[in-house]
Structure formats: C-alpha cells, structure tokens
C-alpha cells in the first residue's frame, strides 16, 4: 500500500482544522494508533504462525517457541512516520545480532577446523540432514563403518539449537525466516515476508482507523459550529465533541473562537 496516503491526510485535515480555532491533529493519529495497535499485533502473530508452517526448519519446537515468545511483547507495534512500524529488529533483533550468535555458538558445538565449503558439507550431510529430513547417510559418508549417523546428527543439531538459542534471549533468526536463506546455508529457502506483509495489511486497518476517527470529530464539530453560530452568546459549548474520547471542546473567552484539542 502506498503509505504517502497518511501524509496527504494529513496536509488535509490540518487545512480543514483551520476553520475552527485548533484541531489536534496528532491526537487523531495517536487514537487511531491506539484503537487498532492489538488487532495489528494478532495479524502479525498469525502471518508469523503461517510464516512457520511454510518453512519446516522453523518448525521445530524450541525455535518456533522461542519466534511466539518474541513476537507476542509488548512494543512490537507501532506507529511512525504515519504508518504502521514492527519493531522487530531492535526487540527480535537484526541480522547482525544473529551472526553474533552463530559465531558465538558455533565455537561451542563445533568440535572441527574446517574450511566453510567442508564446514557447511558436515553440517548438511552429518547433522542436519539425519536429524531433521530423516535422510540417512549420504553417499558422501557411507554407513559401511557401522556408525549410527542418525543418533549423532540428532544430538548434534539440538546441540547447536541449545547452544545458539543460549546466546541470545531474543529471536534474530527470524530474519531468515522473513528474507530466505541462500545457498551458502542449509537448508536454503525463499523469505515468507511475514513482517512485510503484516506492516502492508495494518496500514489498510490504519487507513479505514483514521477515516473513521477523523469523520467523527469533524462531524462533531460540524455540529458544534451550527449551534455556536446560531446562539454565540448563550451557547454552552461541548455538547457533541465531548461525547468523544480524548478531545475537548473550548471557546476562547473575548473572540469566541471555536477550538479543539487534546483533553
């Protein structure tokens, strides 16, 4: 969705708020924000799930646990620049801080110098492969020598799971999940854009959000315009806008000037 639609909004209804005294145009954007912030989030919790389904190397339990713990904070939502904002990189952490892990874990679980071609060959063939596809041995490593394959493989990858999952308590891995992995990992995958599409949808709910919180208070005020003009003297004002949460209605006491503004 093209986001410019709240900045022209914007420009908008600050020219319509100046036919009365003050608008609080901000506050409007701040109710919107507010009104639909857990709706957003459960989308997001749901594209996430969905995310999850798709790409099996999430799949396992301790990593999908760990992306629904993250992914549920507080925080996570948010509103800036007129538009819906997921907060994941500095509360799920960024691509960066998953590296650090890798490094940092891999020194841990990994018990050989190997160059990276041989490394990423041993982590697909000897360990990912038997523990999560249930593949067996490749023919790279034959199981001519009696060797259980499949028990180390398992042990091997839930060690390097526990060992990264330790150096972090936070889920930066799902910068995989979001953007896809290439060939110089395994296994490799497309991205889910789950974050993406999560922030496209929210900015329609935020979009319809406004509009309605806008065309209430300017029908409110409408309204509050007649009557004052009607009887300018004698008019108590606030009759309509105060039946709205988070404004106020005021005149000032030697123009009569119709304003509204943030409670």
Known sequence: MDTSFFSKFEV???????????????????????????????????NLQNAIEQTEEFQYPELSQRLLEVFSREGMIGFRGRG?????????GDRYDWERVLIAAKAEYSEFALTPEKALEFWTERVYKPAREGGGVSRNFPASTGFDYGAYGDKAYKKAVQARLEHTKNAPFWTWLENGVDASHYPNYGGTSFVAK?????N???REELIKQ???????????IVEFFRN???YVPG?????IEGFRL????????LGITQR
């Not at 009759?239 to 039946?243: A, G, L, N, S, V």
């Not at 005149?251 to 000037?257: G, L, S």
């Open 204 to 206: 329609v709910i935020y």
């Open 239 to 243: 009759q309509e806008i105060d039946k």
């Open 214 to 224: 806008a065309e209430e208070i300017l029908n409110a005020v409408s309204s509050e």
């Open 250 to 257: 005021a005149v000032t006491p030697v123009r009569q000037e």
């Open 84 to 92: 819906v904002v997921i907060y994941a990189p500095s509360i799920a």
């Open 12 to 46: 908008s209804l600050r020219k319509i708020s100046r036919k009365v005294n003050e608008i609080d145009v901000d506050k409007i954007f701040e109710l919107a924000g507010e009104e639909i912030k857990s709706e957003i989030h459960n989308i997001l919790l749901e």
């Open 198 to 202: 999560t922030v496209a949808e929210g």
């Open 232 to 234: 300018p003297g004698t």
